[in-house]
């Protein structure tokens, strides 16, 4: 898939609006990998996301600690 058609069909399925669609995704995806290691970012990115999307926004910046499932907030 190319990076076009990408960020097309997350503006469908979203459904935002086009201007939107890159920032959003660009956050999602680097909010993703900070929780991935490098091997799960990868098997994750490689089948759907365009070459752009993975060599940019979705490498793991780092390791998820024990900790980090423990003291989330979401909710």
Excluded: H, Q
Aim: aromatic share 6%.
């Amino acid at each position: 898939m190319d990076y076009a058609t990408f960020l097309d069909t997350i503006t469908r399925r979203a459904p935002v609006p086009p201007e939107k669609a890159e920032p959003l995704t660009r956050a999602t995806l680097e909010t993703l990998a900070e929780r991935l290691t490098r091997g799960e970012a990868e098997d994750l990115a490689r089948p759907s996301c365009p070459s752009r999307c993975r060599n940019r926004w979705f490498r793991p910046l780092r390791r998820p600690s024990p900790s980090d499932s423990t003291n989330s907030s979401i909710g």
